[in-house]
C-alpha cells in the first residue's frame, strides 16, 4: 500500500449509530489532518494532529471525535450524526519541515439518514 | 489570512485545445503553492507543487507558474483531453502557516473537455 489509504469508501448510517472513519498513511509523514467536504462547499478543516497531537479543533461539533494513536494512523468517531453531517469526508497527510506538499486520500461518502 | 480566489469557477473546452487555469491568493509570504485535480466523489490528487523560490513546475502536458508579488499562479494544461475534465484547485499557505494541510483552497475550476 503507498499513499493514503481511508476506509471505509461509503458508510450509510442513523442518527443514533456510532461507527468510525480510519485513515493510514505510508508515507512516513508527521502531519495529519481531517476535513469535510460538502456538496458545493469549500474544504473545511476539521482536526491538524502533529506527531501524534492534535493541535487544531476547528469549532468542530463533539459528535465527531478524532483520534490519532500513532503517527500514521488517524480515526474519526462519530457519534449522534445530524443529516447535514452528510458529506465527503478527506483524510490527508504532510511532512512538515520539508516541501510542504500535502496528500490525500480517496475520501470517505458518508450518508446519515 | 490568505484568501484564494480561482476563476473561472467552470470551463468547457473542446478536446485537443490548450487552456490556463487561475489562482490568485492575498498573502504573497507564501513558502509553496499546490495545485490538485479532483475528480467527482474522490479525493484529491496532487498535480504539482511549486516551492516561493521557483518560477514554475512541469509534469507532462501540464506547467504550474507562481508570481508571488502579484499573488497569482496559472496551471497550463497543453492538448487538453476528456480525461482531464475534474475540477482542478489550488491551495495556498499563509506566511506564518506551519502545517500544510492548513492552507487555504481555492473553491476550484470545473474543466470539461469535450471530445
Known amino acids: 500500500e503507498t499513499g493514503v489509504t481511508q476506509t471505509p469508501r461509503h458508510l450509510v448510517m442513523g442518527m443514533t449509530n456510532k461507527k468510525s472513519l480510519k485513515c493510514e498513511q505510508h508515507?512516513?509523514?508527521?502531519?495529519m489532518y481531517w476535513y469535510k467536504q460538502s456538496a458545493k462547499k469549500p474544504l473545511e478543516l476539521m482536526f491538524v494532529y502533529n506527531f501524534k497531537e492534535q493541535t487544531e479543533n476547528n469549532s468542530v461539533p463533539s459528535r465527531f471525535s478524532p483520534e490519532c494513536p500513532n503517527s500514521s494512523h488517524l480515526f474519526l468517531h462519530l457519534h449522534t450524526l445530524q443529516p447535514e453531517d452528510s458529506a465527503l469526508y478527506l483524510c490527508?497527510?504532510?511532512?512538515?519541515?520539508?516541501?510542504?506538499?500535502?496528500?490525500f486520500g480517496e475520501g470517505s461518502r458518508l450518508t446519515v439518514l | 489570512k490568505q484568501e484564494v480566489t480561482q476563476i473561472p469557477a467552470a470551463l468547457s473546452v473542446p478536446e485537443g485545445e490548450n487552456l490556463v487555469l487561475n489562482c490568485s491568493f492575498t498573502?504573497?509570504?507564501?513558502?509553496?503553492l499546490q495545485w490538485f485535480r479532483q475528480d467527482p466523489g474522490k479525493g484529491l490528487t496532487s498535480l504539482l507543487l511549486?516551492?516561493?523560490?521557483?518560477r514554475e513546475q512541469t509534469s507532462g502536458r501540464l506547467n504550474a507558474s507562481l508570481d508571488k508579488s502579484s499573488g497569482r499562479s496559472t496551471l497550463y494544461i497543453a492538448a487538453s483531453q476528456p480525461g482531464d475534465s475534474a475540477t482542478y484547485l489550488c491551495?495556498?499557505?499563509?506566511?506564518?502557516?506551519?502545517?500544510?494541510?492548513?492552507?487555504?483552497f481555492g473553491d476550484g475550476t470545473t474543466l470539461t473537455v469535450k471530445p
Open positions: 490527508a497527510s504532510s511532512q512538515e519541515g520539508a516541501t510542504g506538499e500535502l496528500f
Open positions: 491551495a495556498a499557505p499563509s506566511g506564518h502557516n506551519t502545517n500544510a494541510g492548513k492552507s487555504t
Open positions: 511549486i516551492q516561493s523560490s521557483q
Open positions: 498573502d504573497s509570504a507564501i513558502y509553496n
Open positions: 508515507l512516513g509523514h508527521n502531519a
